[in-house]
């Protein structure tokens, strides 16, 4: 007893102490249990998921942007909704197209060419019903994950401000190099991943793109089934938005996917004994879901119709031309992405490429559809510089039927035509914007070498840089064709898809399963004719990744990452590129970046050649663009 009133008198002599202190002492002692709580982001369980949120908030510009984002999407879909359900029951179009007259003796007013709302809300088609209690279902769910992101993201800004200290108004004006070397540093201070007490750039990236660097292996690797021969039409390349993700839900992240959570395999996968029942059950689950999208085709065909027509119906009117317009695919994009490159570093190397590439596609016209072009815009042109300037003499000839949707029509036909007929002081050579194009995408198949000039290339080209308009139909009849991939294509590979995870997943400490070729291990994966090597008896053409897709990305990954350390192998190749770039005199270093002496030089090289070219355009691809186009 007398040591515990000993005890209770030293801990009120301590609050006694503590309040009789000065106003300074006290707020230190605050200040050291604020710094404590910065320790909340000890062991971080879903690192994947963590660092992703990380990046996206930095790529976003910041946590208002990110909720604004989404809360005007939520208003996008209940005005998409309502403003469809109003022209469906609430308009009286015998009135509003002069079919029906209410007073002849003057001009109709709107509202009397619309349903009262209360009467109209009393009035709607069950099967209009139905289709607004399934939008609202759908609307709640997205509601609700909304309210989840918030506190998401409000986690991610405190990580941002307390941690990385990294205020929001700092934020728009650091890359993510820096925001990366300032995370980790605080992996040092207070080990979110307690399996390795620093953290490479590479474990970074690893975590963010685990899966999308097994998608680009696959595409790599020609595994997924997105290519078709149709009779008549040749080789077709489909990929949509709706196939894509049906593809990654299926892979990776849905209910019956081969991962146990974001970063570990399930173990069944790695039995070789496994492969044929893994891959019945797997089939099944194509099936299902290939059903499921079938069930689901009318609503979804019926939303993509209508949120294609409220984004591009007024942008078609303003900017005609605007579909013929091209994009790179989002097979390009997949095709074209190196292993470990984030979103933001292959959309600046395919913007760099853009002009080139449009410049290409450009080159190849039909002088017959040129003719014909010129006179059509000369007819429609015509014909609606008279209309014009009727309308200027008296505005009543607007009210004469069809006069203003033959304007119209008019205006678009020209702007269309016009986008078919080249620049007559324009001069291309298609040698010479391949090779731009191919410094800033840095990959095509062998067999365009000194082909870019053929129909067949830019054919091939098209696949990877797309019309707009292409874009569009595609993702039209998206939800028509991807149950069709999923059932009768996607399934056949399956037994493939199982081997591929067994035969191409490592374990990396402090990372989880990740995909070998992400690794750019060049002595795994890496090809002959690149590396310059013999062949070895262990690396056979199914471990290869194609189009040197290993060396490449470990030029690019070492290039964005300098100071990120590779193994020893890997280090040495590239040094080796280094030491014959010089004494070959290929290029030549200055103050002012890298030159090329002569493009065609580049161009009838071996292979090694082209891959010290695109090692250079990596590494300082704008001046290095210039310099080709002035050769």
């Known amino acids: 007893m007398a040591q515990l009133e000993t005890s209770y008198r030293r801990l009120d002599s301590f609050y006694d102490e503590e309040m009789d202190s000065p106003p300074n002492e006290r707020e230190l002692l605050v200040h050291a249990v604020d710094s404590n709580k910065a320790h909340r982001w000890n062991h971080i369980e879903n690192l994947d998921d963590f660092f992703t949120r990380v990046y996206q908030y930095h790529q976003r510009h910041g946590f208002l942007c990110m909720m604004l984002a989404e809360i005007l999407e939520l208003l996008q879909f209940i005005f998409v909704l309502l ?119 590479l474990d970074i990236y690893h975590r963010i793109l685990r899966f999308k660097n097994y998608t680009v292996a696959m595409v790599n690797k020609s595994l997924l089934p997105l290519k078709f021969q149709l009779p008549g039409m040749g080789e077709l390349v489909f990929l949509t938005n709706g196939l894509k993700y049906n593809l990654e839900m299926i892979l990776f992240w849905g209910p019956w996917s081969p991962f146990a959570n974001n970063w570990h395999l399930k173990e069944d996968y790695k039995k070789s004994s496994k492969r044929v029942e893994l891959a019945n059950k797997l089939s099944r689950h194509i099936l299902w879901v290939g059903i499921a999208n079938l ?78 072009a010129r006179h059509v815009a000369f007819l429609a042109g015509a014909i609606f510089a008279v209309l014009v300037v009727l309308t200027i003499y008296d505005e009543d000839v607007l009210t004469i039927e069809h006069v203003l949707t033959i304007t119209t029509l008019m205006g678009v036909l020209v702007a269309g035509c016009r986008a078919l ?33 053929t129909y067949r290339v830019r054919d091939e080209f098209s696949q990877l840089f797309q019309y707009k308009a292409v874009f569009l139909l595609e993702e ?73 897709k290993t060396e490449l990305s470990l030029m690019h990954f070492t290039l964005t990452n300098p100071t990120w350390q590779p193994p020893r192998h890997c280090n040495k190749f590239i040094n080796h590129l280094k030491e014959q770039g010089k004494t070959q005199g290929l290029v030549f270093a200055s103050n002012h970046g890298v030159f090329l002496p002569s493009v065609s030089k580049i161009f009838s090289e071996g292979k090694k050649t082209v891959v010290w070219y695109q090692l250079l355009s990596c590494f300082d691809s704008e001046s290095f663009t210039g310099i080709l186009y002035r050769s």
Request: hydrophobic share 40%; proline share 5%.
């Open 476 to 548: 039209l009849l998206s939800p028509i064709i991807t149950p069709l991939i999923l059932i009768f294509s996607l399934r056949s590979k399956a037994l493939d898809i199982v081997d591929f995870f067994r035969n191409f997943t490592v374990d990396v400490v402090g990372v989880g399963d990740v995909c070998s070729f992400a690794q750019m291990d060049i002595k795994r994966h890496g090809n002959p004719q690149w590396t310059g090597e013999k062949q070895q008896a262990d690396v056979s053409q199914y471990h290869q990744a194609e189009d040197g």
């Open 421 to 453: 007929i080249p620049d007559e002081n324009m001069v291309f050579c298609p040698e010479q914007l391949m090779v731009c194009i191919l410094a800033q995408i840095h990959y095509m198949p062998d067999r365009w070498k000194g082909q870019a000039h």
């Open 295 to 372: 069930l689901l085709c009318p609503f979804i065909l019926m939303w993509q119709i209508l949120y294609s027509f409220f984004t591009y119906a007024e942008v078609l009117k303003r900017q005609p031309g605007s579909l013929g317009a091209r994009k790179w695919s989002l097979y390009g994009r997949l095709y074209l992405r190196h292993f470990n490159e984030l979103d933001h570093e292959l959309n600046a190397r395919l913007t760099r490429a853009y002009k080139p590439a449009e410049r290409y596609m450009s080159s190849f016209t039909s002088h017959v559809m040129t003719l014909i």
């Open 83 to 201: 403003f469809t359900t109003f022209l469906l029951q609430c308009v009286h179009y015998d009135v509003l197209f002069g079919d029906k007259n209410p007073h002849p003796d003057r001009k109709v007013t709107l509202p009397e060419a619309l349903v009262p709302l209360d009467q109209c809300a009393s009035s709607l088609d069950s099967r209009i019903v139905v289709c607004l209690v399934l939008a609202s279902f759908f609307w709640f769910l997205r509601f609700i994950k909304v309210v989840y992101n918030f506190f998401r993201y409000w986690e991610i800004r405190t990580f941002y401000t307390q941690a990385l200290k990294i205020s929001h108004n700092d934020l728009p004006n650091m890359t993510w190099h820096e925001v990366q070397r300032c995370l980790r540093q605080v992996q040092v201070e207070q080990q979110m991943c307690i399996h390795k007490q620093e953290l490479t750039e």
